[in-house]
């Protein structure tokens, strides 16, 4: 299983709690990258991406200030602090403080929830308390192609040994209403014989089936079953 050590970006081009907005925006541009942690000796105190940027004064897209009677409805702490934030020069105001963060032997599968569960692009990687890289859902695609290479190299499976493989990886899986009865294999071409229950099950198992080494060809010869009459 892949970990955050075998994917992520080391190592990591950072700014410290003393830079500008300036200074950030220059290295996003000129790196080609849509975040930077701020560390400080090492520790991660925050991180500054593109969406900290975009609602600032100086192009007209910072926050609208509460006007008359509306001012007395709104936190008056979270208005000024969106001023800061949208009018600061300063990095440590602009940053956000609150970071996700893995380790090194974090799986891959865990990271990939993390970003989607917090709707985040990139997740720093720590050691010890230090910055030791970043793994963002570009690097993930990275590893999905090489995987996928890996995927592809050609291998020698007899048809037993095919029907095996799909067989058990059926089983391992929730949503199946094929048997082990219902796959047959010969000369690499896997036939599906009975019924399934959705058409959503249906293109599972022939994913499943054309992602299996030694798979030349499918062959689905299953009808969709009628639920009415199971349920009766």
């Known amino acids: 299983m892949l970990i955050a050590k075998d994917v992520m970006t080391s190592p990591v081009i950072a700014v410290g709690p003393d830079s500008t907005v300036d ?40 926050p609208q200030g ?4 509306l ?16 009018h600061s020069e300063h990095v440590i105001d ?19 929830t993390l970003l989607e569960h917090n709707r985040i692009k990139r997740v720093p990687v ?35 040994s095919i029907r095996l493989e799909i067989v058990d990886a059926l089983r391992s899986e929730s949503w199946p209403s094929t048997g082990s009865s219902d796959v047959t294999v010969s000369n690499g071409v896997v ?20 992602n299996t080494a030694g798979v030349r060809a499918i062959d689905d010869h299953r009808i969709p079953l009628d639920m009415t009459y199971v349920v009766v």
């Open 66 to 69: 509460r006007s008359g009677w």
């Open 191 to 210: 036939t599906f014989w009975g019924a399934y229950l959705s058409e959503q099950e249906r293109k599972a198992s022939l994913i499943l089936a054309e």
């Open 71 to 86: 001012r007395f409805f709104t936190n008056n702490a979270a208005q000024a602090e969106g001023y800061v934030k949208s």
């Open 94 to 112: 602009v940053m956000t403080q609150e970071v996700a963060t893995v380790v090194e032997s974090t799986p891959v599968v865990e990271i990939a």
């Open 126 to 160: 720590l050691r010890d308390g230090q910055v030791v890289g970043i793994v963002s859902r570009a690097n993930l695609v990275r590893a999905l192609v090489v995987a996928r290479k890996g995927w592809r190299a050609p291998v020698s499976h007899d048809d037993s």
């Open 23 to 62: 200074e950030v925006a220059d290295i996003l541009l000129s790196h080609g990258i849509s975040a930077v942690p701020v560390i400080d000796r090492g520790a991660l105190l925050g991180i500054v991406s593109e969406g900290d940027l975009i609602r600032r004064a100086e192009i007209g897209t910072a």
